[in-house]
C-alpha cells in the first residue's frame, strides 16, 4: 500500500531549559514579553512533521512517500532518508530557499515554545496524485505548506483516497471556512487537545458538531491518553507510561507512525491508536526527533504488554 505523508521537512535545533516558562513568563504581562532562557544545550536533528512521521513509519517496516519541500542544503536529510529507506523522489528540493528549521526549547515540564522559519515550505510540493491507486493508499496532510494541505485533502476526497487530516501548528493560519472544509473532506481528524480547543474556537462548531463532518477524530491528551470520537460518543484509550521520559519533541509524530500502521495492517481504531501510543512512548524517552529506534519484536512486546495481545 502506497502510504502519502505530506508536510514539513525540517531541521529542529532543540533545547533544554532546567526550569520552569511558568516562572519566568508573567500571566498579567504577556502583552509586554521580553524574557530570555539560558539553556543547558543544543542539538540539531532531522524534523518536520512528514520527515518525522515517515521515521516512525520505516520503523514499522513501512515505506512511506514523503510529499514536501526541501532547501538548497538537503544533501545530509537525504543521506538520513537512504540510511533508514525512505524514499526521496517525491520531495521537490527548492535551490533558492533553505530547509525550513524549528527552533524549540523544552521546560522541565515538557512544555515548548517553538520558533519556526519556513524556508522551501513556502513553497508548493507538487504531486501527480496519477501515479497511485486510491483503493491501495492511505494518505496523511500533516502541517506544511497551506496550499499543498489544502488541495491535496480535495484531491484525496475527489479520488476516494482514505485521508488523515492533522493541522496541527498551522491552525492560527486557518480562515474558519477553509478549515472546516478539509476536515470534512478527509476521513480522519487527528489532534491534541489544546488544538480541538483551537479547531472548536475558529470553526465555532463544539467537538461533538465536528464530529458529524468526520468519520472519526482522534485527540491525543498526552499523559492522559487518547480519545476516539465519533458521533456514536468517546472510547478512551490510556496512555502508555514512561517513566524516564525526557523530551516530547516528534512525540505525536511518532504517535501517527503508529497510528497509520494499524489502519493499513486493517485492525480496529482501538488497536490502531494503541499502537500510536506505544510509538508515541518510544519518542518522549529520547531527546529530539528521529533519535528513538524499536525492533518490531520489541514494539510488539510492549502493545502487549500494556494492551494485550
Known amino acids: 500500500m502506497d502510504i502519502l505523508v505530506s508536510g514539513s521537512m525540517a531541521y529542529d535545533r532543540i533545547m533544554d531549559f532546567d526550569g520552569q516558562f511558568s516562572s519566568h513568563i508573567l500571566p498579567d504581562q504577556l502583552d509586554n514579553i521580553n524574557v530570555s532562557f539560558t539553556v543547558n544545550?543544543?542539538?540539531?536533528?532531522?524534523?518536520?512533521?512528514?520527515?518525522?512521521i515517515a521515521y516512525s513509519l520505516s520503523l514499522l517496516g513501512e515505506?512511506?512517500?514523503?510529499?514536501?519541500?526541501i532547501g538548497q542544503d538537503y544533501h545530509r536529510y537525504f543521506e538520513w532518508l537512504k540510511q533508514i529507506g525512505v524514499s526521496t523522489d517525491d520531495i521537490r528540493v527548492v535551490e533558492e530557499e533553505l530547509t525550513a528549521g524549528a527552533y524549540i526549547t523544552s521546560d522541565t515540564?515538557?512544555?515548548?515554545?517553538?520558533?519556526?522559519?519556513?524556508?522551501?515550505?513556502?513553497q508548493q510540493s507538487g504531486f501527480d496524485f496519477g501515479s497511485v491507486d486510491p483503493k491501495d493508499c492511505l494518505a496523511i496532510v500533516a502541517p506544511g505548506n497551506l496550499g499543498d494541505m489544502a488541495e491535496?485533502?480535495?484531491?484525496?476526497?475527489?479520488?476516494g483516497i482514505y485521508s488523515i487530516f492533522d493541522p496541527g501548528q498551522s491552525l492560527p493560519a486557518w480562515e474558519p471556512s477553509a478549515l472546516a472544509k478539509c476536515i470534512s473532506q478527509s476521513r480522519m481528524l487527528v489532534c491534541n487537545d489544546y488544538e480541538m480547543e483551537m479547531i472548536c474556537s475558529n470553526t465555532g462548531m463544539s467537538r461533538e458538531q465536528v464530529?458529524?463532518?468526520?468519520?472519526?477524530?482522534?485527540?491525543?491528551?498526552?499523559?492522559?491518553?487518547?480519545?476516539?470520537?465519533?458521533?456514536?460518543?468517546?472510547?478512551?484509550?490510556?496512555?502508555?507510561?514512561?517513566?524516564?521520559?525526557?523530551?516530547p519533541t516528534g512525540a505525536g509524530d511518532a504517535f501517527r507512525g503508529g497510528l497509520i500502521k494499524g489502519i493499513v495492517q486493517g485492525?480496529?481504531?482501538?488497536r490502531a491508536v494503541q499502537m500510536g501510543n506505544v510509538a508515541g512512548h518510544y519518542a518522549v524517552r529520547k531527546w529530539g526527533t528521529q533519535q528513538y529506534s524499536f525492533t518490531m519484536a520489541e514494539f510488539n512486546a510492549q502493545l502487549a504488554q500494556h494492551f494485550g495481545s
Open 109 to 122: 515540564q515538557n512544555n515548548q515554545i517553538t520558533g519556526f522559519n519556513p524556508g522551501a515550505m513556502k
Open 152 to 159: 491535496f485533502t480535495a484531491e484525496h476526497e475527489k479520488r
Open 211 to 247: 464530529a458529524t463532518t468526520v468519520e472519526t477524530i482522534v485527540v491525543t491528551k498526552g499523559g492522559a491518553g487518547c480519545d476516539i470520537v465519533t458521533t456514536a460518543g468517546t472510547v478512551e484509550i490510556p496512555v502508555v507510561p514512561a517513566v524516564d521520559a525526557v523530551d
Open 63 to 69: 515505506k512511506p512517500r514523503i510529499l514536501a519541500t
Open 267 to 270: 485492525l480496529s481504531m482501538e
Open 41 to 52: 544545550s543544543l542539538t540539531e536533528n532531522f524534523g518536520g512533521t512528514a520527515g518525522n
